[in-house]
T-cell receptor, first 115, second 113 residues
């Protein structure tokens, strides 16, 4: 079956622009996570959804970052007024159970470069 | 404060030999551990996991060992194959923390033919 997909795969933005990154999780997966991966580092948690509810947004680095999942399926991560330090790969992951412990399956990521 | 540490940035082994990748953690609340493999321009791919109630889990060529008292886990790959060359990430989660994963910084494995 189809895995997690993300679009665009690559995004170049000028400093100050707004960007929107999309994640399509595996069909039927209840939980959805966003991570940020800087060069040479491991992924770092940004936010977590269970269906349409955003249950944890403790990892969002500033109020310029906003995520939504209005129908409990597709999710969008929006970054307003992008800064150079926002340059990173943004990874989306989904897992099946609600409130259970299960493997997170990752998409290919969106590489954001802010000039 | 890095809660999950992979102290070896790289490892090179001969094809057919054993690869051992190590990971240390500091948070005693972690109760579930995973290893992911990552190729360039792809997302991390799940390899194997272990719950804190176990000390070993095996899946084919991959075995993960957990030493809770030392807060240490390791991934053994035997025999190593050239296709195993990738970056390996150790990750951990705690039951009371929305199941978010805390990752190490990765170890780049090169398996030489």
């Amino acid at each position: 079956g189809a895995g997690v997909s993300q679009s665009p795969r690559y995004k170049v933005a000028k400093r100050g622009q707004d960007v929107a990154l999309r994640c399509d999780p595996i069909s039927g997966h209840v939980s959805l996570f966003w991570y940020q991966q800087a060069l040479g580092q491991g992924p770092e948690f940004l936010t977590y959804f269970q269906n349409e509810a955003q249950l944890d947004k403790s990892g969002l680095p500033s109020d310029r970052f906003f995520a939504e999942r209005p129908e409990g399926s597709v999710s969008t991560l929006k970054i307003q007024r992008t800064q150079q330090e926002d340059s990173a790969v943004y990874l989306c992951a989904s897992s099946a159970p609600a409130g259970g412990r299960d493997t997170q399956y990752f998409g290919p990521g969106t590489r954001l470069t802010v000039l | 404060d890095q809660q999950v540490k992979q102290n070896s940035p790289s490892l090179s082994v001969q094809e057919g030999r054993i690869s051992i990748l190590n990971c240390d953690y500091t948070n005693s609340m972690f109760d579930y551990f995973l290893w992911y493999k990552k190729y360039p321009a792809e997302g991390p791919t799940f390899l194997i996991s272990i719950s804190s109630i176990k000390d070993k889990n095996e899946d084919g060529r991959f075995t993960v060992f957990l030493n809770k008292s030392a807060k240490h886990l390791s991934l053994h790959i035997v025999p190593s194959q050239p296709g195993d060359s990738a970056v390996y990430f150790c990750a951990a989660s705690a039951m009371d923390s929305s199941y978010k994963l805390i990752f190490g910084s990765g170890t780049r494995l090169l398996v030489r033919p």
